[in-house]
């Protein structure tokens, strides 16, 4: 009975731990992390406030491609929260027909913002 009870335990434990992982986003291919980042930079806009206040800072973003082609940032990072929330906004505001291509892969993405 206690063998039973085991096996039938570990069986369930096995398909738990299987069905929470099939969620998980891929990790993006080379194609859609170059196709993004080149998208990203051409639409991503240097704030005002920033321009102001003379700030140069850089954003790591975690992002997944949405079925949809839109962006939905994951997590993001930066020493400046004003800055690391214009980013988040802009980028969860983006889509693109063409990255539906790209479905629920996952990337990290650095966006830099220098003065000139």
């Known amino acids: 009975m206690k063998t039973r ?3 039938i335990t570990l069986i369930l434990g096995v ?13 993006a291919s080379e194609d859609a992390t170059n196709d993004i980042s080149k998208y990203l930079k051409k639409n991503l806009t240097y704030p005002n406030f920033a321009s102001e206040s003379n700030l140069e800072c850089s954003v790591i973003v975690s992002l997944i ?5 839109s962006l939905k940032v994951d997590a993001a990072n930066c020493v400046n929260c004003c800055m690391r929330d214009h980013v988040v906004k802009e980028i969860n505001s983006l ?22």
């Open 15 to 27: 398909f738990f731990a299987g069905s929470a992982m099939a969620n998980m986003p891929v990790p």
């Open 65 to 69: 491609v949405q079925e949809d082609g």
């Open 95 to 116: 889509k693109k027909e063409d990255f539906k291509k790209y479905a629920d892969q996952n990337l990290l993405v650095k966006v830099k913002y220098n003065l000139y």
């Open 5 to 7: 009870i085991a096996i």
